[in-house]
């Protein structure tokens, strides 16, 4: 084991967090009477039992912002107050990733250090807090892939991170607090008096790796680390993860291993394979066919903001494309009011650099009686086709049409040189797998929403959704997101499910709208 990387740098970190966790807010003088010096646990703060304790004040201010907002770019806490030290703490994931990557040249060290600063962006969002996890960040890929001491190569890691920073004029203030850091040889001479072990990010990094340089092995390393006080389990976290780097597996004192709750566990996920086919990173362009997002024209998004947040929100699911698609009869439709509203949301959508790709449709409400005006209005421009495609997003009235209303409708539809997709189509009290041939057989295609595979609490829509993808008769998916308090866009875990229970080729298709976006 001590050959891999992730189960160094992991144990390591969690060793050393439980190690300092019974010191938790000791001072330092009181912990110079009564030291730690093996691993001890204590019933403070009802641990360790596998459940979380302890979030933090910044971290519980980003999960309730993100409650609210459901934006995980804004839901961080900027300001002086975001310097604190969990980002720094949970960083070594993702440092470990992109090492890796960098290495093999599969990513840039631009792209690891601006995905690292989003991952601290989540709660700490301030340029110093940023700053520490892409340090670290070096320092990871020398402990890793450096050569000589380690002194040696953390002052390599230290180098490259200011070197990096410094070639952005905007970063030397936030730089210049990590200014003893440049030099590690002369700050390896500084008395623990000079040395804080705070919450404050820069100083826990400092103690970290204080702790590293002044000591020859992890056990001496992590106990010099917690022994500092106040913010114990953090600091010495932060340096395990590096030592345990170092050194090594089998350097961390097998009494430290042993006692680790869930050791096992954690190691089996170092190792894990990851599992085939993500269908947030290996499905090609994730599509949304159907969602009301242009603000103010339907039922959908009742404002830019609120547009911007739904796009942000399907983005964060693994979405790259989306058609919007405003109700088209069931509304007080005005065509001009629509393309001016749309073009708004893709200027918006460009000034604020929201990596999406976006298109105009609309979600045409047909009545057998009312079919050909409808076509009419298709042909004229005022009802725009899917993408400016000849796709149709038609919907009917779940209760009202029976069979032989949706086949009149689709037969007119094909008739004038479109093709209709029927609007989540599990929804009607129509629809099951015989009626959904007869439709396909006339012409049309099936849209259902990502939201009923997994989420719909109707039982008859569920299952009917089921059974579509079972027969392999949905032939695209969409969200039908409206508002974030009513039927927000969701297609996480619809998505999941369909990769889960789908083959792959079929799964791929009805996922990224290849029916309607061929692939180039």
């Known amino acids: 084991?001590?050959?891999?990387?992730?189960?160094?740098?992991?144990?390591?970190?969690?060793?050393?967090?439980?190690?300092?966790?019974?010191?938790?807010?000791?001072?330092?003088?009181?912990?110079?009477?009564?030291?730690?010096?093996?691993?001890?646990?204590?019933?403070?703060?009802?641990?360790?039992?596998?459940?979380?304790?302890?979030?933090?004040?910044t971290c519980v201010y980003a999960i309730e912002r993100y409650r609210n907002t459901h934006d995980v770019d804004?839901?961080?806490?900027?300001?002086?107050?975001?310097?604190?030290?969990?980002?720094?703490?949970?960083?070594?994931?993702?440092?470990?990733?992109?090492?890796?990557?960098?290495?093999?040249?599969?990513?840039?060290?631009?792209?690891a250090v601006r995905n690292i600063h989003k991952l601290s962006a989540l709660t700490h969002n301030h340029?110093?807090?940023?700053?520490?996890?892409?340090?670290?960040?070096?320092?990871?890929?020398?402990?890793?892939?450096?050569?000589?001491?380690?002194?040696?190569?953390?002052?390599?890691?230290?180098?490259?991170?200011?070197?990096?920073?410094?070639?952005?004029?905007?970063?030397?203030v936030g730089l210049a607090h990590y200014g003893r850091l440049r030099d590690l040889s002369e700050f390896a001479k500084l008395p623990d008096a000079k040395i804080k072990s705070s919450g404050y990010v820069v100083a826990a990094l400092e103690a970290a790796i204080w702790s590293l340089i002044?000591?020859?092995?992890?056990?001496?390393?992590?106990?010099?680390?917690?022994?500092?006080?106040?913010?114990?389990?953090?600091?010495?976290a932060i340096t395990g993860g590096l030592a345990g780097l170092y050194y090594g597996y089998d350097a961390i004192p097998e009494e430290w291993r042993d006692a680790l709750i869930k050791r096992e566990w954690i190691e089996e996920m170092c190792v894990k394979e990851p599992e085939p086919k993500s269908y947030l990173y290996e499905?090609?362009?994730?599509?949304?066919?159907?969602?009301?997002?242009?603000?103010?024209?339907?039922?959908?998004?009742?404002?830019?903001?609120?547009?911007?947040t739904e796009l942000k929100m399907?983005?964060?699911?693994?979405?790259?494309?989306v058609i919007a698609t405003p109700h088209s009869s069931a509304f007080d439709y005005d065509p001009v009011n629509v393309h001016t509203q749309y073009e708004k949301l893709k200027k918006e959508v460009e000034a604020q650099g929201i990596p999406i790709e976006l298109h105009l449709g609309c979600e045409m409400l047909v009545y057998p009686d009312d079919v050909d005006e409808c076509i009419e209005k298709l042909k004229k421009g005022i009802y725009p086709t899917l993408a400016g495609t000849d796709y149709v997003l038609t919907e009917f009235v779940p209760e009202d049409h029976t069979e032989e209303d949706a086949l009149y409708i689709i037969d007119r539809i094909v008739a004038a040189g479109?093709?209709?997709?029927?609007?989540?189509?599990?929804?009607?009290?129509?629809?099951?797998?015989?009626?959904?041939?007869?439709?396909?057989?006339?012409?049309?295609?099936?849209?259902?929403?990502?939201?009923?595979?997994?989420?719909?609490?109707?039982?008859?829509t569920r299952t009917n959704a089921d059974n579509l993808l079972r027969e392999q008769l949905a032939d695209i998916v969409g969200t039908d997101g409206h508002q974030l308090k009513h039927r927000p866009p969701a297609m996480k875990k619809g998505v999941k499910e369909i990769m889960k229970k789908c083959e792959k080729e079929y799964a791929e298709r009805i996922l990224t709208g290849t029916l309607i976006f061929r692939r180039r």
């Not at 040696?152 to 004029?169: N, S, T, V, W």
């Not at 997002?293 to 547009?307: F, N, R, T």
């Open 1 to 57: 084991m001590k050959n891999n990387n992730w189960i160094n740098g992991i144990i390591g970190l969690a060793v050393a967090d439980a190690l300092g966790s019974p010191g938790q807010f000791l001072s330092r003088d009181e912990l110079r009477k009564n030291p730690i010096t093996e691993m001890v646990y204590c019933d403070i703060y009802d641990k360790p039992t596998g459940e979380a304790f302890d979030e933090g004040n």
């Open 74 to 111: 804004t839901c961080g806490k900027t300001g002086e107050h975001a310097n604190g030290n969990g980002s720094l703490m949970r960083t070594l994931p993702v440092c470990l990733y992109y090492a890796e990557k960098t290495q093999t040249g599969e990513a840039t060290v631009e792209q």
């Open 127 to 172: 340029i110093r807090a940023c700053m520490a996890c892409g340090l670290y960040f070096f320092c990871v890929r020398e402990m890793i892939y450096g050569e000589g001491s380690l002194n040696e190569r953390l002052q390599r890691g230290m180098d490259q991170g200011f070197a990096y920073y410094g070639k952005d004029i905007a970063n030397l």
């Open 214 to 236: 002044t000591t020859g092995s992890y056990r001496d390393c992590i106990l010099r680390a917690v022994n500092l006080g106040d913010d114990t389990d953090t600091v010495g």
């Open 283 to 308: 499905v090609d362009k994730l599509t949304d066919i159907h969602m009301h997002v242009i603000p103010e024209v339907d039922d959908g998004a009742e404002s830019m903001e609120e547009s911007i």
């Open 314 to 321: 399907v983005i964060s699911q693994g979405v790259s494309r």
């Open 418 to 460: 479109y093709k209709p997709i029927i609007a989540h189509v599990e929804r009607y009290a129509l629809t099951n797998v015989e009626s959904v041939r007869k439709m396909k057989e006339h012409g049309a295609w099936m849209q259902i929403n990502a939201y009923s595979v997994k989420e719909e609490k109707s039982k008859r």
